[in-house]
């Protein structure tokens, strides 16, 4: 079942924006009495028939609702350096969303290359991974902070700050825990600096490690996901 997004759809008319109308009938070839799901991104996830299917008048018929007060589960908040490349942060975005985070800030560390992120370009994708992940919640996309302010900021008590460099550290997969919301740090092509890693665990942030491999950052960012998602389900993680 092919989805959309309308962000009005609790309270707006039962027609779908010309943008998504558009899609679906024109690319998807869908026609009055297909089904198709519809979200919100605001935890409302509603399948629905197709009434009338004109593009600029796509008129839809809810069947079923499903809404959720809050994203189900603990939040997840990757902390992640742009990089230079920025079709590589685009991918990180893109499958992050489709592997449920819920928070994304792009984190300005010191051995950032390329400070920029065109937020409105990522919002699309982001909206088009929540919709190919059939999720109800869009995750938020926060604008670029720099390292020292976001670390000094109230955040969840599971907190991690994932490095390359030749000291203690732990493993993430095994410090996750479930039902625990966590916010993961990770750094720039360059890595963190030690400062940086010092002044993360002064604010109470746990060095960890991902394995023995040295990673991409994006990789580690969905690493990160994976390790976080996994832990989710205890009884998957027991039988290993």
């Given amino acids: 079942m092919h989805v959309f997004y309308y962000p009005d759809l609790i309270n707006g008319p039962p027609v779908l924006p010309e943008t998504e109308a558009r899609h679906g009938i024109k690319v998807l070839r869908l026609r009055r009495g297909n089904l198709i799901g519809i979200t919100d991104g605001h935890g409302t996830f509603v399948k629905a028939e197709i009434v009338d299917d004109e593009v600029q008048n796509c008129v839809f018929r809810i069947i079923e609702q499903h809404t959720d007060a809050r994203p189900v589960g603990p939040i997840l908040h990757i902390a992640v350096s742009p990089l230079q490349q920025q079709?590589?942060?685009?991918?990180?975005v893109e499958k992050a969303t489709e592997l449920g985070v819920n928070i994304i800030t792009p984190l300005l560390c010191e051995r950032t290359v390329r400070?920029?992120?065109?937020?409105?370009r990522m919002q699309k994708i982001i909206i088009s991974a929540m919709k190919q992940s059939a999720r109800a919640w869009l995750p938020m996309l926060n604008e670029p902070v720099p390292f020292s302010e976001f670390v000094s900021r109230n955040l969840p008590m599971q907190?991690?700050?994932?490095?390359?460099?030749?000291?203690?550290k732990e493993d993430l997969f095994t410090s996750l825990e479930a039902g625990k919301d966590t916010v993961i740090l990770i750094g720039p092509e360059g890595d963190f600096t030690l400062s940086e890693v010092q002044y993360a665990m002064e604010h109470l942030f746990l060095p960890v490690s991902m394995g023995s491999a040295r990673l991409r950052t994006e990789t580690a960012g969905i690493a990160a996901c994976c390790m976080f998602q996994f832990v989710q389900t205890p009884a998957t993680k027991s039988a290993i």
């Fill in 159 to 168: 907190r991690f700050i994932a490095h390359c460099m030749e000291e203690r």
């Fill in 87 to 92: 079709e590589r942060f685009e991918w990180f």
């Fill in 115 to 120: 400070p920029g992120v065109r937020t409105d």
